[in-house]
């Protein structure tokens, strides 16, 4: 049993990067294999979509009604969700092996996107930073980027490499947008899950969704498990907090990867699910530009 409900049954390829707009109390998420931006609004039960001609990995909204996005070829601003793309950054990367994968603002609007290399034999998979016009290079040793959240105090950062099973922790300077003392946050088993996106609530907890492990953990900031939720999908693939109070978590998940045997039992796979928390999450920050 689960205490997970199924918000929005849209059956995405790979549902990813849920981001809630507490302004408009809508749901904005992506479809990663199917190259579509959703947004979806809790209250009329809407649904918008527009699609791209790539994958759009992640995305934060800024404070004018904006997107800033992370696709395949580079990274793109939106005026507004049916805007044209504007280029911001154009990949550097081998666009055959490598894509956007996860990110997020932190509390200064500097957006932060993760790469993933398919290949996965050798950790060309790296974190940069976007920022008044500019890209810096945080980190390059993972696989697939994954997982980032930054602490309620702003003072450590999470990011995760997925098929390697862990997720690291850095000390985050907010100030000038620097990370580093890089560490081991926590290493889960092979076999039962692996760390996919993530959400931090107010009092620090790291929420992460388990891919192929059918669960979400919330993870106190010392490193222990201290709930786990059962979620009614093989691969949750991302968290997110929002609705009225800030403490339902919104999670989504992949239908792509599913078997015919999973989808027997879990129909509902690449929709969004919810679970209603007894923590409120953080805000999400917005691009400064």
Known sequence: MTDMQCALDVQAKLAECPRWDERTQTLYFVDIDSFKLHAYNIQSKKLESRTFNEEIGCFSLDNNGGVIAALRSGVYTLENFTADLKPYWLATYDQKTTRFNDGRCDAKGRFFAGTMYSPKDAFNGALHQFSNGQETLIDQAVWTSNGLAFSPDNTIMY???????????????????????????????????????????????????????????????????????????TYPTMVAFGGPDMKTLFVSTCRGAQTEEELKQFPQAGGIFTLETSVRGQIEPRFAG
């Open 159 to 233: 990011y995760s490499d997925t098929p390697n099973h862990v997720v690291y922790q850095f000390d985050y300077d907010l100030e000038t947008g620097s990370a580093s003392n890089k560490r081991v946050f926590i290493q889960f088993p092979h076999g039962n899950g692996r760390p996919d996106g993530a959400a931090v609530d107010i009092e620090g907890n790291y929420w992460s969704a388990l891919y192929q492990g059918q669960r979400v953990v919330k993870i106190s900031p010392q490193g222990e498990i201290l709930e786990e939720h059962s979620v009614p999908a």
